[in-house]
């Protein structure tokens, strides 16, 4: 079984800081990390490769320090690393990185690829469904488990607002990972020790047969207009010693005021 998962190196906190003059997000200063929903992905990856010798390959596609997080997923266990990156891709937006990593993936053989659901710094959950559409595969998305059926399915339990849904998923197929699904495992004393001494992989612009015109900024649809940081809410009022049902009531009439049942 042959499986790729998309990690993407983000900045440590849900707390972006945007630059206001440029409306650019400040990355300087802010310490970096695996998404956690990719980092979960990766745990589902490797449980694969414990159970069924599975090969796993992580790939990413960002600046050079984006090596780090392809040295710690050597740390806990995969096979094979591949970096994107190349002046080409700069100043992508999620449809111009989902057609370079797309374009990779071509090249690459897989049973399943594995997505974070979502990236904490951009936040779409719009890689992954992209991804699979462009390499026209069935998508699950919001896993929180996959069980491997022994022939060419996986058994996947997709998280609902209320409640889940089973799926039988024939392969080859894509999956965005929930960080809930489980505690993703450490880096070993060995993997630790030896994750420089792996290969990453550099692939840039030439590797992947993709349209120039569908990469970074001239592949990039989106236009930002306007960038801000929420300002602080007004104080609300506080409301003790009331019943549930006087509760209910001051709610109702709170909305009520502001025409909003
Ligand atoms: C106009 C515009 C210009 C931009 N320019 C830049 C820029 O110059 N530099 C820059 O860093 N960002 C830039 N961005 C942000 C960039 O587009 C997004 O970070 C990126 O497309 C991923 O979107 P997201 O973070 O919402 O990921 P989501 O869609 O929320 O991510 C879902 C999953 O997809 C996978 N994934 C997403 N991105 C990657 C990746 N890069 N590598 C591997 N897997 C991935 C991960 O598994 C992730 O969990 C730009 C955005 C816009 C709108």
């Known amino acids: 079984m042959k499986i790729i998962v998309c990690i993407k190196q983000v900045p440590d906190t849900t707390e972006i800081k945007l630059d ?23 745990e589902i990856a490797l449980q694969l490769k414990d159970k069924y010798n ?11 320090q984006a090596d780090d997080i392809l040295r710690e997923a050597f740390a806990m266990g995969v096979d094979r690393a591949i970096h994107l990156s190349d002046r080409k891709f700069a100043g992508a937006d999620t449809l111009a990185t989902s057609n370079a990593l797309a374009g990779a993936l071509r090249m ?34 919001y896993v929180e488990d996959l069980e ?8 996947i339990k997709k998280f609902l607002e209320e409640g889940y849904q089973m799926l039988q998923v024939e392969s080859p197929c894509l999956i965005t990972v929930l960080s809930s699904a489980n505690k993703a495992r450490y880096m070993s004393v060995r993997g630790i020790l030896e994750a420089y001494d792996h290969e990453v992989e550099l692939w840039g612009f030439d590797n992947i047969k993709v349209d120039e015109e569908k990469l970074g900024l001239k592949g990039s649809p989106t236009r930002v207009f306007k960038s801000f940081t929420k300002g602080a809410k007004v104080m609300g009022t506080l409301y003790d010693d009331v019943s549930s049902i006087e509760a209910a009531d001051i709610i109702v009439n709170k909305l009520k005021e502001k025409f909003i049942v």
């Open 20 to 42: 206001p003059v440029k409306g650019t997000m400040i990355r300087e200063g802010v310490p970096s990390i695996m998404n956690p929903d990719d980092k979960s992905g990766l």
């Open 54 to 64: 599975a090969h796993v390959t992580v790939i990413t596609m960002g600046p050079a």
């Open 108 to 141: 690459l053989q897989y049973d399943l690829i594995i997505t974070g659901r979502q990236a904490i710094d951009g936040d779409t959950a719009q890689v992954g469904p992209q991804i699979a559409e462009l390499l026209d595969l069935p998508q699950v998305t």
């Open 148 to 155: 491997f059926d022994n022939d060419k399915t996986f058994t």
